[in-house]
């Protein structure tokens, strides 16, 4: 896991951009009160919650640590500022990384648990803070403590032959499952307790070939799928034509004469009989 960071300046006494105040007395009471043990405050993407584990908006880190100073020099000496320490996620790490949500925006409460005193609930990394003099977030991945590592797991995929789920073998789905068991083969044969650079690169570049097979075939699957409900929907629009042809060709049917008797023979004035040509 990474080491906590150093301290970030994270807010200032005084009046903030969106025409709030901050109050001195709440940065020192916000530093004073914090304890992760009575209340723990998460690190969040623009004060966004997600209750999904692999959200951009789920939690990025955690608060471990707040102090009060003030401020020695510049334009904001003589302020009061709160500094946060933080204990950041590979996430915000990313972020960081790629110059996103480099600043800070507290969520403070000036009432906490009505106790009359301030506490800060929760920070935001942000790219418009509302409070002046926050501190650009600079995260480091040098050093062991902040080495991002994850040992390999391996996954064991059991398809027992002749059981009642297995797919027909000559079926597509059945050509996926042997086509991503033998991949799946080639996987655990590159899954190690340890790893190193060449295993990792390998590891990844064969899910990639697992995932880019995987789309295949579902795209694949979907443009069969496709063809064969417009199959049906042609197959449907032929037999209401059919249909309609039949029900047109009774209504007809049942107006003409049905009689079995022969029309009589035609007369003329001299009593003649006429041919029927």
Not at 16 to 30: M, P, S, V, Y
Not at 221 to 238: H, I, M, P, T, V
Request: with cysteine; net charge negative.
């Amino acid at each position: 896991m990474p080491a906590p960071s150093k301290f970030y300046r994270v807010a200032v006494e005084g009046p903030t951009i969106d025409g709030r105040n901050i109050q001195r007395e709440w940065l020192k009471q916000a530093a004073a009160n914090y304890d992760p043990e009575v209340y723990g405050a998460r690190v969040w993407v623009e004060h966004m919650r997600s209750a999904l584990a692999d959200s951009p908006f789920s939690a990025q880190g955690d608060v471990i640590a707040l102090k009060a100073e003030e401020i020695k020099t510049g334009k904001l000496a003589g302020k009061m500022a709160l500094f946060a320490q933080l204990k950041p996620l590979a996430g915000l790490l990313n972020l960081n990384k790629n110059g996103k949500k480099m600043f800070t925006s507290i969520e403070l409460v000036p009432n906490f648990a009505e106790s009359g005193e301030a506490y800060v609930t929760g920070l935001a990394v942000t790219d418009e803070p509302g409070s002046l003099g926050t501190e650009m977030l600079k995260f480091s991945a040098k050093g062991a403590d902040n080495k991002l590592t994850s040992e390999f797991m391996e996954t064991t995929l059991d398809m027992e032959a002749g059981s009642d789920t297995d797919p027909d073998s000559g079926s597509l789905a059945g050509q996926m499952v042997k086509a991503f068991s033998s991949m799946l083969e080639s996987l655990r044969g590159i899954t190690a307790p340890r790893h190193t650079p060449e295993t990792t690169e390998a590891f990844a570049a064969k899910t990639l070939e697992v995932l880019g097979a995987a789309d295949a075939a579902i795209q694949h699957q979907s443009k069969e799928l496709a063809a064969e409900k417009a199959a049906r929907e042609k197959l449907a629009g032929e037999f209401s034509a059919l249909a309609k042809q039949f029900n047109e060709l009774t209504v007809k049917l049942s107006v003409q004469d049905g009689s079995t008797t022969g029309r009589p023979e035609a007369t003329g004035t001299e009593g003649a009989v006429l041919a029927d040509c």
